[in-house]
């Protein structure tokens, strides 16, 4: 079994002149690991991992490196699951499409910071228990009954909904089940952020290009 945990890092680029407003670049990262193993009572340390960047960011050419990766690390056949671990985006959807034997986990941090806000605004709802529950009993009917009877509540509401229930398989993969916790977000603060985005700095693209490519090598063990 494979674990695989991907999420972005959020870079400030320069800008030309005196240009004003702010210019982010997104720079997808994506770890294969063979999952988590504890180093201490409240530590834990991923299994032979191994981190990819695109130097020009693109999350195909991302993701064909991961699969030319597995291909030639693993014997593909065996294989039971490859779990990809992430906040639901787009471009971690599309991940490794060729391999039937993926499965989407949506990454706990983002989930459970997302239930909490939402909690806290309806909180005469318990909405966090009845959510939980019909996650549990895969009952989409339920949950959607809440979240129209909600509505009035504000736009955020129905933003969660939306979250919810367009990632329903993965929300319930990560609640019923038994395997490792999610660490993208920890993987990026490692990898990336404490590099390129943590101090206040600007970035060229082909400078971040290199350079996050060169990190992501040093710290594969070169």
């Excluded at 999350?59 to 065996?78: N, Q």
Aim: aromatic residues 8%; contains cysteine; positive net charge.
């Amino acid at each position: 079994k494979l674990h695989i945990y991907a999420d972005e890092d959020h870079v400030h680029m320069q800008k030309e002149g005196k240009e004003r407003g702010k210019k982010n670049q997104i720079v997808p990262l994506v770890t294969v690991t063979e999952g988590i193993k504890a180093v201490g009572s409240r530590r834990n340390r991923t299994i032979e991992a191994v981190h990819f960047v695109d130097e020009e960011q693109s999350p195909k050419k991302l993701w064909k490196s991961v699969e030319g990766y597995i291909a030639k690390a693993y014997d593909v056949e065996e294989i039971e699951k490859i779990y990809i671990h992430g906040d639901g985006g787009k471009w971690i959807q599309n991940g490794l499409e060729t391999f039937a034997n993926v499965v989407h986990v949506m990454d706990g941090y983002h989930f459970f910071k997302s239930l909490k806000e939402i909690s806290k605004k309806c909180s005469k709802s318990n909405v966090k228990v009845v959510i939980l529950n019909a996650i549990a009993k895969d009952d989409r009917i339920k949950a959607d009954k809440l979240i129209k009877g909600l509505a009035g509540d504000g736009e955020d509401i129905l933003k969660f909904g939306r979250y919810l229930l367009g990632n329903w398989e993965s929300i319930r993969n990560l609640i019923l089940l038994d395997i490792p916790g999610s660490c993208t977000e920890g993987q990026v603060s490692h990898v990336l952020s404490e590099r390129f985005s943590r101090n206040p700095m600007g970035w060229s693209k082909e400078g971040l290009g290199k350079l996050s490519k060169l990190r992501v090598y040093r710290i594969n063990g070169g």
